[in-house]
């Protein structure tokens, strides 16, 4: 016998992948406890088996918060601390804390949702940051989910980035040379994936997540604009231009949709992901293109 | 000049639940108050008010009431007592006074502080409104109905009574308007306003309801004074321990200070040049969040270094129902009728409290500034209007809104300035807006829409429901903290017993419940040895 599938806790519920997570985990019966930053809680779904609790990494989560959690995805990352202190502070101690706390209130299943970023950990903070957690919680056994760059429709994210980019500029600037290879993974296999990883004892290695098969970034914006039904001239331009002009927008505060983390994720590909666990247990991954 | 047991600072509703909780285990008592008190000549007219019935006043009678109070969309500007700002006026000849915010805020140097002028809130703290608190929910709510004895209260057990229990007896309630009981009913009738979280009920209000005539004054100032304010306690109590309680008018304290077993008060009256000692064995400051905290600051030495004060954040709004009531002919109290709770985790993670008024004349006044595009057809309109509209004050947990500033700034010349800015948390106003749209998602049982566009947002402090600029905590590590009998750290005989001492300010009406516990840290100190 079964019973109702069980409450799961969910950080950063209203980012790009965490609001999908939310969604699917409703949709599977689940019950979600939100955790939220203060004023955040609006953005969730009003749904009977979801509650939302504030909740600010870096901070302490109230512990009876989490009653009837069995289980808890981190998916939250703060992107406001700029400089490495801060993040660590913030993102890595306030990560830990949060894991500490979760296995302290006795959740048997913890996942973290990683990102490709972390393979080349020296390039960014994000990277950087992830790459710490990631470490503390293999060694802690805490599922580390390693996504590629996850692709959804009108969405947000990186993808809802380029795809706003490819639809609003007739000429498109190509990072370097367009050439690097870039996996994919569809928002519905990450939420598929991520429930299905509930079931499953941790592992030491990083689970990566994403299609087979590399996409380079020029095949990415051009099967968008396909899609798009918009002819779109790619013009190649070094790195440095770019991160110097985004620097510069940044700086002068002009609302870009897109940030120099975004960008290091764009040439950051590393080596290429081992998939083991997905052809261990059997999982497809669609094509997102 | 001898060594009084207990000296209290200041006679608004704190400093009166101080004293009466002194004098309830015969403990001498001695209140040094600025005392500062309504003009004579509209005591008189207020008196010659009172002498006529209802049906022989004349407009001319009350203009001396009506003719200062402005109100405008997002509220009044200034609450009167009276037609007269005495509640309101500057009385430290010592410092200097700044305030930043529109309009800007006083602290009260009336006797009876700002009861004069208050709107009888006394909704007591529920368990969630403590939350963070360093003493237990029984410690505040055990003292509760000592405080109800000391005022009237009117109120009824309804929805709310779960939430914020109250034992005891109650007086009758003041008689509902037309709009706000159809309201209540609606609200209560349809278990989706419950299941989202909210609970309406009759106000509970500090009135002596049994006499009231519903001339619709209340927000002038009550003609028969029926509207409780720290006068008639202090009153009662002058009467009642005549060899107990010493009251001193026109004192205005500017420090204490610490020494062999005994506090030092150095004051100065308003009238005498230069300045005395008081000498106590115990202090209770109760002179409002303003007064006693720069009368701490000053004590601590601690000139041009700001402290936060926690408000709890104001905001207005109207609601429209669908259908009218002839609310123009109707006799009305303009307090508040009903109070609505809502407890929505997706709005915030805290209670937010609304107080719900229905018509008053200022309303009427209101709209027809707000719509002279109708020309000569406003009139109808307007009263169409006023028959529809219920005004809504909101209130958020401090964690929610904006904090005040002050700083005690000292010149070259020695003299000082007090100066009263704040910081905008940009929660506040989301949260306000959050609830309005909460209410807006109940459209059909409560039959009626709050007027989104017409939310403002007032600035920190407007409500007066603000302190904790030494909150109570378990051990006072910090500079600005003090312990549970809000004693601040490096104290041991001085008390803060006004709101100076609140941890937070929850979503509330602050009066009741910073009497309450003003009462309790007054009981504990008479209690062996606090210390």
């Known amino acids: 016998m079964t019973g109702p599938p069980p ?46 609790v504030e909740y600010s990494l870096g ?58 970023s972390a393979v080349a950990a020296e390039r960014s903070f994000y990277g950087r940051a992830k790459r710490e957690i990631e470490e503390y919680c293999l060694s802690n056994g805490i ?113 870009i949709p897109f940030g120099e983390d975004n960008l290091d994720s764009l040439v950051a590909p590393g080596c290429p992901p081992d998939f083991a666990f997905l052809r261990a247990e059997h999982i497809a991954v669609q094509n997102p293109l | 000049m001898g060594v009084y047991e207990n000296i209290v600072v200041g006679a608004g509703p704190t400093g009166v639940a101080t004293t009466a909780a002194l004098l309830s285990q015969g403990r001498r008592v001695l209140v040094l108050d600025a005392g500062r008190d309504l003009e004579p000549e509209i005591k008189g007219q207020v008196e010659r008010l009172r002498d006529k019935s209802l049906k022989e006043w004349q407009p001319s009678d009350l203009r001396f009431l009506k003719d200062r109070l402005m109100a405008t969309a997002s509220g009044f500007d200034l609450k009167l007592s009276y037609g007269s700002d005495f509640c309101y006026r500057w009385d430290d000849a010592r410092t200097d006074f700044v305030s930043l915010q529109r309009p800007p805020i006083t602290p009260s140097f009336a006797i009876g502080g700002l009861s004069r002028v208050w709107g009888a ?181 601690r000139y041009n270094e700001p402290v936060m004060l926690r408000d709890s954040q104001y905001f207005v709004f109207p609601f ?80 929610y809104s904006s904090t005040l500033r002050l700083v005690l700034e000292r010149d070259g010349d020695g003299r000082d300035r007090l100066v009263l800015s704040h910081e905008i948390n940009p929660l506040a106003a989301a949260t306000a807006q959050h609830a309005v749209r909460a209410l807006a998602r109940l459209w059909r049982p409560l039959r009626g829409v709050p007027v989104l566009p017409m939310l403002r947002v007032k600035d920190p402090g407007t409500a007066y429901h603000f302190g904790g600029s030494f909150p109570m905590t378990l051990r006072p590590l910090r500079s600005f903290e003090s312990d549970r009998l809000g004693r601040p750290r490096g104290f041991s005989r001085v008390f803060l017993t006004d709101a100076s001492n609140f941890p937070t300010i929850p979503a509330s009406t602050i009066t009741f419940n910073a009497m309450a516990n003003a009462y309790r840290i007054a009981l504990a100190s008479t209690r062996g040895n606090p210390v």
């Open chain 1, 7 to 52: 409450t799961i806790a969910v950080t950063g519920a209203t980012g790009y992948l965490g609001s999908a997570l939310v969604q699917h985990l409703l949709s599977r019966g689940h019950g979600v406890v939100a955790l939220l930053r203060p004023g955040r809680a609006i953005e969730v779904p009003r749904h009977p088996r979801l509650r939302p």
């Open chain 1, 59 to 116: 901070r302490e989560l109230p512990i009876e918060a989490l009653k009837g959690c069995v289980a808890g995805v981190h998916a939250a990352y703060d992107f406001s601390p700029t400089n490495w202190t801060e993040i660590q502070r913030v993102n890595v101690d306030g990560s830990v804390t949060l894991f500490e706390q979760w296995r302290a209130a006795g959740m048997g299943r913890i996942i973290f949702v990683s990102s490709r």
């Open chain 1, 143 to 255: 599922s580390v989910l390693r996504c590629g760059l996850v692709t959804s429709h009108g969405g947000r994210g990186l993808f809802g980035a380029l795809e706003r980019l490819v639809s609003r500029c007739p000429v498109i600037p190509l990072v370097g040379q367009g050439r690097q290879n870039l996996y994919l993974v569809r928002i519905e296999d990450f939420c598929e994936v991520t429930a299905y990883l509930m079931n499953r004892p941790a592992t030491n290695e990083p689970i990566e997540l994403a299609f087979s098969e590399p996409f380079t970034l020029r095949e990415i914006l051009s099967r968008i604009a396909t899609s798009q039904k918009a002819r779109r001239v790619f013009v190649p331009v070094p790195i440095w231009v770019i991160r110097t002009a985004l620097r510069i927008l940044a700086t002068a505060g002009a609302p």
């Open chain 2, 121 to 301: 809130g006394a909704l007591p703290f529920s368990i969630a409104d403590l939350e963070g608190w360093p003493i237990a929910y029984d410690d505040l709510a055990s003292l509760f109905p000592a405080v109800k004895k000391l005022i009237p209260y009117a109120a009824t057990t309804d929805d709310l009574t779960k939430l914020h229990p109250l034992s005891g007896d109650m007086a009758s309630p003041l008689q509902l308007s037309e709009p706000a009981r159809r309201f209540l009913s609606d609200a209560t009738t349809n278990p989706r306003v419950a299941s989202a979280g909210i609970t309406v009920g009759s106000s509970r209000l500090a009135v002596e309801s049994g006499p009231c005539v519903y001339c619709g004054l209340c927000l002038y100032g009550c003609p028969y004074g029926l509207i409780w304010s720290a006068t008639d306690t202090l009153g009662r109590l002058t009467a009642d321990y005549r060899s107990l309680l010493e009251y001193r008018s026109g004192w205005i304290v500017d420090s204490v200070h610490e020494a062999a077993e005994q506090v030092e008060l150095t004051c100065h009256h308003r009238d005498i040049a230069g300045q005395r000692t008081f000498r106590a064995a115990r202090v209770f400051l109760a002179a409002g969040v303003i007064q006693s905290t720069k009368i701490m600051l000053r004590s601590l030495g």
């Open chain 2, 320 to 399: 429209l129902r669908w259908k009218g009531t002839a609310v123009l002919k109707e006799s009305v109290h303009t307090l508040a009728q009903l109070f609505l709770e809502l407890r929505d985790p997706h709005v915030c993670a805290k209670p937010v409290l609304l107080s719900i008024y229905s018509y008053n004349d200022q309303m009427l006044k209101v709209i027809q500034e707000t719509i002279p595009f109708f020309g000569p057809g406003a009139a109808p309109v307007a009263r169409a209007l006023a028959g529809r509209l219920l005004a809504f004050g909101g209130y958020l947990h401090s964690d």
